[in-house]
T-cell receptor, first 110, second 118 residues
Framework: LAKTTQPISMDSYEGQEVNITCSHNNIATNDYITWYQQFPSQGPRFIIQGYKTKVTNEVASLFIPADRKSSTLSLPRVSLSDTAVYYCLVGDINDYKLSFGAGTTVTVRA | GAGVSQSPRYKVAKRGQDVALRCDPISGHVSLFWYQQALGQGPEFLTYFQNEAQLDKSGLPSDRFFAERPEGSVSTLKIQRTQQEDSAVYLC????????????????FGDGTRLSIL
Protein backbone atom coordinates (compact mmCIF):
# COMPACT_ATOMS: atom_id res chain seq x y z
CA LEU A 1 0.00 0.00 0.00
CA ALA A 2 1.19 3.53 -0.78
CA LYS A 3 2.33 5.38 2.30
CA THR A 4 0.29 8.40 3.29
CA THR A 5 1.13 11.50 5.27
CA GLN A 6 -1.52 13.66 6.89
CA PRO A 7 -1.49 16.24 9.70
CA ILE A 8 -1.71 14.86 13.19
CA SER A 9 -4.37 17.32 14.27
CA MET A 10 -6.47 20.27 13.13
CA ASP A 11 -8.69 22.68 15.02
CA SER A 12 -11.71 24.44 13.61
CA TYR A 13 -14.88 26.25 14.64
CA GLU A 14 -18.49 25.47 13.98
CA GLY A 15 -19.68 26.58 10.58
CA GLN A 16 -16.23 26.65 9.01
CA GLU A 17 -14.98 24.49 6.15
CA VAL A 18 -12.28 22.00 7.10
CA ASN A 19 -9.78 20.80 4.51
CA ILE A 20 -7.47 17.90 5.32
CA THR A 21 -4.68 17.25 2.85
CA CYS A 22 -3.13 13.83 2.52
CA SER A 23 0.16 13.25 0.69
CA HIS A 24 0.72 9.98 -1.16
CA ASN A 25 3.70 10.52 -3.44
CA ASN A 26 4.10 6.85 -4.30
CA ILE A 27 0.51 6.19 -5.32
CA ALA A 28 0.22 3.45 -7.94
CA THR A 29 -1.85 3.50 -11.09
CA ASN A 30 -4.45 1.11 -9.69
CA ASP A 31 -4.73 2.77 -6.29
CA TYR A 32 -7.86 4.50 -5.03
CA ILE A 33 -8.03 7.11 -2.29
CA THR A 34 -10.45 6.44 0.53
CA TRP A 35 -11.31 8.40 3.66
CA TYR A 36 -12.74 7.00 6.87
CA GLN A 37 -14.04 8.84 9.93
CA GLN A 38 -13.85 7.50 13.46
CA PHE A 39 -15.66 8.88 16.49
CA PRO A 40 -14.51 7.98 20.00
CA SER A 41 -15.59 4.49 21.07
CA GLN A 42 -16.89 3.70 17.59
CA GLY A 43 -15.55 1.86 14.59
CA PRO A 44 -14.35 3.69 11.47
CA ARG A 45 -17.00 4.81 9.03
CA PHE A 46 -16.49 5.14 5.28
CA ILE A 47 -16.84 8.73 4.10
CA ILE A 48 -15.76 8.96 0.49
CA GLN A 49 -13.61 7.33 -2.16
CA GLY A 50 -12.14 8.58 -5.42
CA TYR A 51 -9.63 7.91 -8.15
CA LYS A 52 -9.13 11.29 -9.79
CA THR A 53 -10.61 14.80 -10.09
CA LYS A 54 -13.43 15.56 -7.69
CA VAL A 55 -15.94 13.40 -5.88
CA THR A 56 -18.78 14.78 -3.81
CA ASN A 57 -21.41 13.15 -1.64
CA GLU A 58 -23.77 14.29 1.09
CA VAL A 59 -21.00 14.26 3.69
CA ALA A 60 -17.84 15.57 2.03
CA SER A 61 -15.92 16.37 -1.11
CA LEU A 62 -12.67 14.81 -2.23
CA PHE A 63 -10.32 16.77 -4.46
CA ILE A 64 -7.60 14.88 -6.33
CA PRO A 65 -5.14 16.76 -8.58
CA ALA A 66 -4.04 15.37 -11.89
CA ASP A 67 -0.77 13.92 -10.57
CA ARG A 68 -2.69 12.16 -7.76
CA LYS A 69 0.22 12.64 -5.37
CA SER A 70 -2.06 14.24 -2.84
CA SER A 71 -5.74 14.58 -2.06
CA THR A 72 -7.86 16.90 0.05
CA LEU A 73 -10.91 15.95 2.04
CA SER A 74 -13.25 18.92 2.44
CA LEU A 75 -15.89 19.01 5.16
CA PRO A 76 -18.31 21.90 4.60
CA ARG A 77 -19.69 23.88 7.53
CA VAL A 78 -18.55 21.59 10.31
CA SER A 79 -20.43 21.15 13.55
CA LEU A 80 -19.33 19.92 16.97
CA SER A 81 -20.39 16.42 15.96
CA ASP A 82 -17.73 16.35 13.23
CA THR A 83 -15.04 16.10 15.89
CA ALA A 84 -13.36 12.81 15.04
CA VAL A 85 -10.25 11.15 13.64
CA TYR A 86 -10.08 11.16 9.84
CA TYR A 87 -8.02 8.55 8.04
CA CYS A 88 -6.66 8.76 4.50
CA LEU A 89 -6.10 5.36 2.90
CA VAL A 90 -4.52 4.62 -0.45
CA GLY A 91 -4.58 1.21 -2.04
CA ASP A 92 -5.64 -1.05 -4.84
CA ILE A 93 -9.40 -1.52 -4.92
CA ASN A 94 -8.84 -5.26 -4.62
CA ASP A 95 -6.64 -4.96 -1.56
CA TYR A 96 -8.81 -5.79 1.42
CA LYS A 97 -6.11 -5.04 3.99
CA LEU A 98 -6.96 -1.49 4.94
CA SER A 99 -3.93 0.43 6.23
CA PHE A 100 -5.10 3.29 8.42
CA GLY A 101 -2.07 5.07 9.81
CA ALA A 102 -2.54 7.47 12.72
CA GLY A 103 -5.08 9.72 11.05
CA THR A 104 -5.89 13.40 11.62
CA THR A 105 -7.70 14.37 14.78
CA VAL A 106 -10.12 17.16 13.92
CA THR A 107 -11.49 19.14 16.84
CA VAL A 108 -14.42 21.44 16.22
CA ARG A 109 -15.03 24.13 18.80
CA ALA A 110 -18.12 26.22 19.44
CA GLY B 1 -29.27 -6.39 10.89
CA ALA B 2 -28.70 -2.68 10.59
CA GLY B 3 -24.98 -2.87 11.14
CA VAL B 4 -22.08 -4.95 12.37
CA SER B 5 -22.64 -5.99 15.96
CA GLN B 6 -19.84 -6.93 18.34
CA SER B 7 -20.03 -8.37 21.82
CA PRO B 8 -19.09 -7.85 24.50
CA ARG B 9 -18.36 -4.12 24.18
CA TYR B 10 -15.92 -4.36 27.07
CA LYS B 11 -13.95 -7.31 28.38
CA VAL B 12 -11.60 -7.41 31.32
CA ALA B 13 -9.51 -10.52 31.84
CA LYS B 14 -6.56 -11.54 33.93
CA ARG B 15 -3.29 -12.35 32.25
CA GLY B 16 -3.26 -15.97 31.18
CA GLN B 17 -7.02 -16.32 30.70
CA ASP B 18 -8.64 -17.15 27.39
CA VAL B 19 -11.13 -14.74 25.82
CA ALA B 20 -13.64 -14.97 22.97
CA LEU B 21 -14.93 -11.99 21.06
CA ARG B 22 -18.02 -12.23 18.87
CA CYS B 23 -18.91 -10.50 15.62
CA ASP B 24 -22.28 -10.48 13.85
CA PRO B 25 -21.73 -9.06 10.36
CA ILE B 26 -24.30 -7.31 8.22
CA SER B 27 -26.71 -9.91 6.86
CA GLY B 28 -25.62 -11.21 3.50
CA HIS B 29 -22.10 -9.84 3.63
CA VAL B 30 -19.70 -12.39 2.25
CA SER B 31 -16.50 -10.97 3.61
CA LEU B 32 -15.52 -10.44 7.22
CA PHE B 33 -12.42 -8.82 8.66
CA TRP B 34 -10.86 -8.43 12.10
CA TYR B 35 -8.66 -5.51 13.05
CA GLN B 36 -6.78 -4.58 16.21
CA GLN B 37 -6.57 -0.96 17.31
CA ALA B 38 -4.11 0.12 19.95
CA LEU B 39 -4.72 3.33 21.88
CA GLY B 40 -4.03 6.41 19.75
CA GLN B 41 -3.35 4.42 16.60
CA GLY B 42 -5.30 3.36 13.56
CA PRO B 43 -6.72 -0.14 13.18
CA GLU B 44 -4.38 -2.86 11.97
CA PHE B 45 -5.49 -5.85 9.91
CA LEU B 46 -5.62 -9.24 11.60
CA THR B 47 -7.50 -11.67 9.39
CA TYR B 48 -9.99 -12.04 6.53
CA PHE B 49 -12.80 -14.50 5.83
CA GLN B 50 -14.75 -15.06 2.66
CA ASN B 51 -17.83 -16.97 3.77
CA GLU B 52 -16.48 -19.68 6.08
CA ALA B 53 -13.02 -19.77 4.55
CA GLN B 54 -10.22 -17.93 6.29
CA LEU B 55 -8.27 -16.66 3.31
CA ASP B 56 -5.75 -14.50 5.12
CA LYS B 57 -4.51 -14.66 8.68
CA SER B 58 -1.22 -12.92 8.11
CA GLY B 59 -1.97 -10.16 10.62
CA LEU B 60 -2.56 -12.39 13.63
CA PRO B 61 0.21 -11.45 16.11
CA SER B 62 0.88 -14.94 17.41
CA ASP B 63 -0.45 -18.47 17.50
CA ARG B 64 -2.41 -17.50 20.60
CA PHE B 65 -4.84 -15.72 18.29
CA PHE B 66 -7.42 -17.82 16.50
CA ALA B 67 -10.46 -16.79 14.44
CA GLU B 68 -13.30 -18.82 13.02
CA ARG B 69 -16.49 -18.37 11.04
CA PRO B 70 -17.89 -21.88 10.81
CA GLU B 71 -21.17 -21.15 9.04
CA GLY B 72 -20.08 -18.14 7.05
CA SER B 73 -21.93 -15.65 9.22
CA VAL B 74 -21.01 -15.04 12.87
CA SER B 75 -17.30 -14.96 13.63
CA THR B 76 -15.38 -15.42 16.84
CA LEU B 77 -11.89 -14.15 17.62
CA LYS B 78 -10.28 -16.15 20.37
CA ILE B 79 -7.16 -15.20 22.27
CA GLN B 80 -5.55 -17.84 24.40
CA ARG B 81 -3.30 -17.24 27.41
CA THR B 82 -3.81 -13.48 27.16
CA GLN B 83 -0.92 -11.10 27.73
CA GLN B 84 -0.97 -7.44 28.70
CA GLU B 85 0.12 -6.44 25.19
CA ASP B 86 -3.14 -7.92 23.90
CA SER B 87 -5.02 -5.00 25.46
CA ALA B 88 -6.62 -3.11 22.58
CA VAL B 89 -9.89 -2.54 20.77
CA TYR B 90 -10.78 -5.39 18.44
CA LEU B 91 -12.83 -4.30 15.47
CA CYS B 92 -14.84 -6.45 13.11
CA UNK B 93 -15.86 -5.31 9.65
CA UNK B 94 -17.90 -6.83 6.85
CA UNK B 95 -18.44 -6.06 3.21
CA UNK B 96 -19.75 -7.43 -0.03
CA UNK B 97 -16.19 -8.10 -1.14
CA UNK B 98 -14.94 -8.43 -3.81
CA UNK B 99 -15.67 -4.88 -4.93
CA UNK B 100 -18.45 -4.09 -7.33
CA UNK B 101 -17.67 -2.95 -10.84
CA UNK B 102 -17.59 0.72 -9.79
CA UNK B 103 -14.97 -0.11 -7.19
CA UNK B 104 -16.94 1.31 -4.31
CA UNK B 105 -17.26 -1.43 -1.73
CA UNK B 106 -16.36 -0.07 1.70
CA UNK B 107 -15.87 -2.14 4.79
CA UNK B 108 -18.53 -1.56 7.44
CA PHE B 109 -17.17 -1.63 10.97
CA GLY B 110 -18.70 -2.53 14.28
CA ASP B 111 -17.96 -0.45 17.37
CA GLY B 112 -15.45 -2.96 18.65
CA THR B 113 -14.66 -4.82 21.84
CA ARG B 114 -12.33 -3.05 24.22
CA LEU B 115 -10.15 -5.72 25.81
CA SER B 116 -8.21 -4.96 28.95
CA ILE B 117 -5.77 -7.51 30.32
CA LEU B 118 -4.81 -7.04 33.94
Amino acid sequence: LAKTTQPISMDSYEGQEVNITCSHNNIATNDYITWYQQFPSQGPRFIIQGYKTKVTNEVASLFIPADRKSSTLSLPRVSLSDTAVYYCLVGDINDYKLSFGAGTTVTVRA
Amino acid sequence: GAGVSQSPRYKVAKRGQDVALRCDPISGHVSLFWYQQALGQGPEFLTYFQNEAQLDKSGLPSDRFFAERPEGSVSTLKIQRTQQEDSAVYLCASSQWPPAADGNQPQHFGDGTRLSIL
